[in-house]
């Protein structure tokens, strides 16, 4: 995750860029091809410069980028930042410059590695020196922030916000959950008037390549008009809400029995701090309050690896296996040598999971504070999803480095973890026997709880930063825009009035961390396509619910053909290469927890559903 995302997008993501050498050359150069008309074959030539030009700066910088997240000080944070501007601001000057050859006829091949050139950047830099630098060193320093934030009781004790959110997970006491919920809300008020600043910045960064503004170059990045994809997603959202209003019916109503209804009011929106997630983005932390009142048996991953002794490296070994599992390559050595799989006691890191690809090559790393639940199992599949993708795609030219669109780049890893049914996990030796399927309804409550859950958070996210950015939300209003959206989306809402200085969204990672959100939003709708393709595939007979692909090497090849295409074709043609349709759809999603929405719909029967 690379600050400029050489941060997030160009590592882990895909896109290497980076800045280059000598200004007075490349402008020698830039006069000599304007002086005739401009050719397809100077455009390949550009392209070709252009790559190898941000390979150079790229690699750098993530190296200082994996520096800084690892160790936070404010010399990391001073080298980190420079050697992205310097990629970054090289990045936005070729970006600028491919546009010379919006006119010029061109293959097919040539075209999209100009487009993606052009819509490469996260925050575009401005061209002013000073300002790009401004921009480089607000984005650092706003990560920073937030690795560095904690929240000390009155008492004096100071809690990490993995330990918060270990308590969030357990902890069923209102006033104490209610407690954390506005101490780690303490870290973001600072961070406002330099996440203004820095949207100011990278707004005029985004108009000098063209684009209306930051909104306009993220919704860009799609294969299709930047104005037709909110649109599209509003359409996958629709198709999903009917189950979540079910779901959010049923848990509103649990919650009002265990905390009373004059805590958990049942025709307002749920109280944000009761749903087991420091954001409410997932709930299934809450299973034990929820669960169908008939005993079912569901899994306890978390008591699984306690009992069966693993520590974080089994952890990840055991996730690796399920990949080599599929006929991957084992990661490297270096990955187990380079990686942080535990929080360092002595000095300060980001801790928030990320997957890195330092050189395009083989240099993979996670970093990740793992906890050992079965929550942070999944989110070391994920995270290995990451590298398993970036691995496959390492020989395409640096600009189709990436995922077919950048959802795809967090589905897979995902997809890999709806294997871990537990029929795998007794072929793994985690439990014993397999449940019969008269506990489905636990089981899919479970996952549900997570994933329907998780949906309409994923769609909000960028529903604010597109205004932010757009102008339409101002800073005064940054909060309050952020509740509306909360409310209308996830039915959740704020436990007490917030602070006049309140700046909540900066206590959610992906905003001071500037990644783009909407991603997560995609994930959760295509990695119930996959994993249906996938299943079939793998021949699995059952119900989807309970297919795990683990060990089909039918699977994994058709999974790697989709990944090493990286971005070389339209996402919607990767797409269809897996499940023989270009359509995202969210019937997949709904079609495996099918038998859950029947139990909803009867539980939910003279409740009085909505907010
Ligand atoms: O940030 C992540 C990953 C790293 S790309 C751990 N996720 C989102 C989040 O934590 O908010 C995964 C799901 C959503
Ligand atoms: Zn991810």
Redesign the pocket.
Known sequence: MLKQKLT?SAM?VGLALGVTGCQPKQAATEQAVQAKALTAADAKAFLDNAQEELFKLQVPAAQAAWVYATYINDDSAAVSAYLNEKWSSRASELAKEAAKFNNVEVDADTRRKLDLLRNSLVLAPPADAAKSERLAQLSSELDGMYGKGQYCRENGECWSLGEMTAKMATERDNDLLLEIWKGWRQVSPPMKPLYEEMVTLANEGAKELGFEDTSALWRGKYDMPANEFGPELDRTWNQVKPFYDALHCHVRAKLGEHYGTDVVPQDKPIPAHLLGNM?A?TWGNIYDLVKPEQEMKVPDVTKALNEQGYDEIKMVKQAEAFFTGLGFEPLPESFWERSQFQKPRDRDVIC????WDIDDKDDLRIKMCIQKTGEEFN?IH??LG?NFYQRAYKDQPLLYRGSANDGFH?AIGDTIALSITPKYLKEIGLIDEIPDESNDIGMLMQVALDKIA?VPF?LMVDQWRWKVFSGEVTPENYNKAWWELREKYQGVMAPVERPADAFDPGA???VPGN?PYTR?FL?HILQFQFHKALCEIAGDQGPVHRCSIYGSKEAGAALNKMLEMGMSQPWQEALASLTGSPQMDATAILDYFAPLKAYLDEQNQGRQCGW
């Open positions: 997030l882990m954001w983005q928030h999971a990320s997957a989110v994920h995270e990451h967090e998780f994923g959610k990672y992906h990644t997560y994930a």
